[in-house]
């Protein structure tokens, strides 16, 4: 009689852990059709174009985990690991390991709040909720050459609760160099940032600050890699539609000016709107600009496109897009590294090529493909 008492309360205590802790897979897989036109061609003389098959124009492929559990007193123990990865060929994931987008742990109370540890998408990716085609490929990183979707090593993250419709974001990054700010020692310098949200049913705005510094001396260097950003962006909701807009600073230092770097600091601003049609189907149109000092010259992308869900899970997306260059710019729609297009032979020999078109033209690209997530 004791041993089946024992036994009913071993499996009692194992259903009761069991509710009290949860583990989640989950996933997205991108993939589709593109076509560019407008692309530098190898010895950056001329133009070219492309069609090619494709994964991540409308959002990153990518899957991942996440579990929580339940330690009492409104305390929680969570975590989370995500990698991405090319739908088209399986290979991956990208740059930073085997969960090169978020690898944390930490500790949630209802009360006070998330403080989580790790690697993460940086605090940059803020602009997401703000952007009308939700950081696709072509759309508020392309013109800052992706300093708006960096990953972060590191990291120390606070999430506070929702207050009377404010909520506040920061985060804190490590160097782990010898210089706190980073010294060449290794591949990340100090960042940071913070962000203050506040959210009604009729609109949403956000301020963003964020600080990325040159891993090799811990200043700001460059506007596309190294620099502070200063954000302020907003969504409006009017039943079927949803306006979005946000203006970005990007500025430098006196290390970059003295360096004669060129430019050392970009105003970015976009604005769009999203037309949900029926529940199923919703259209976008937006516009993005960028203007750059020390003769980097402005671009315009305009872009159009839509999404039709044909379940929760599963939906077909398409965009059309082109990017005008004044004289002295050369911004791509993808988020290309600064610099001339066609081959790039780096020191080691290795040649790579980069996307950028001739100064002064213009690139013109159309997506079409499917999403299902998971």
Do not use: C
């Not at 989370?80 to 690898?103: D, H, I, K, V, Y």
């Not at 160097?175 to 203050?196: F, Y």
């Not at 976008?284 to 899970?313: E, P």
């Not at 780096?346 to 690209?365: I, K, R």
Request: a neutral charge; aromatic letters at 12%; hydrophobic letters at 35%.
């Amino acid at each position: 009689m004791k041993k089946a008492l024992l036994a009913a309360a071993l499996m009692s205590a194992g259903v009761v852990a069991h509710a009290q802790s949860s583990v989640t897979l989950y996933g997205r897989l991108d993939a589709g059709l593109e076509y560019i036109s407008g692309l530098p061609n190898a010895t950056y003389t001329g133009s070219t174009s492309r069609f090619r098959a494709e994964s991540g124009d409308w959002g990153t492929s990518l899957w991942g985990m996440k579990g929580v559990e339940d330690i009492g007193g409104g305390n929680k123990v969570l975590f989370q690991l995500e990698g991405s990865f090319n739908t088209m060929t399986g290979a991956g994931p990208g740059g930073g390991g085997l969960f090169n987008r978020w690898a944390t742990v930490g500790l949630s109370n209802n009360a006070y709040g998330t403080l989580t540890m790790g690697r993460m998408l940086f605090i940059s990716n803020g602009v997401w909720d703000f952007d009308p085609f939700g950081q696709s490929n072509w759309s508020s990183a392309s013109l800052v050459r992706g300093r708006n979707w960096p990953q972060s090593s590191n990291n120390i993250a606070y999430q506070s609760p929702k207050f009377y419709g404010f909520d506040v974001y920061g985060q804190y990054a490590l160097s782990n160099a010898t210089n706190w700010n980073g010294n060449g020692t290794t591949p990340q310098g100090r960042e940071a940032g913070l962000q203050l949200t506040y959210t009604s049913s009729l609109f949403q705005v956000r301020g963003l600050y964020d600080e990325i510094r040159n891993s090799a001396n811990g200043n700001f260097t460059n506007p596309f890699t190294a620099s502070r950003e200063y954000t302020a962006a907003f969504n409006v909701f009017l039943g079927q539609f949803k306006i979005q807009g946000a203006y970005q600073a990007v500025r430098t230092s006196a290390a970059a000016t003295a360096a004669g770097t060129s430019p050392t600091s970009l105003d970015h601003e976009w604005g769009g709107v999203t037309w949900q049609a029926t529940p199923a189907a919703a259209l976008i149109a937006a516009v993005y600009h960028v203007n750059a000092n020390k003769g980097g010259g402005n671009a315009t992308i305009y872009t159009v496109g839509g999404s039709y869900n044909l379940s929760k899970r599963t939906l077909l997306d398409i965009q059309i897009a082109t990017v005008r260059n004044s004289k002295s710019a050369n911004f791509g729609l993808d988020a290309n590294n600064a610099g001339n297009g066609g081959n790039i032979t780096a020191s080691d020999g290795t040649v790579s090529y980069n996307e950028n078109p001739l100064h002064g033209h213009s690139q013109t690209g159309v997506y079409a493909g499917i999403q299902h997530s998971f």
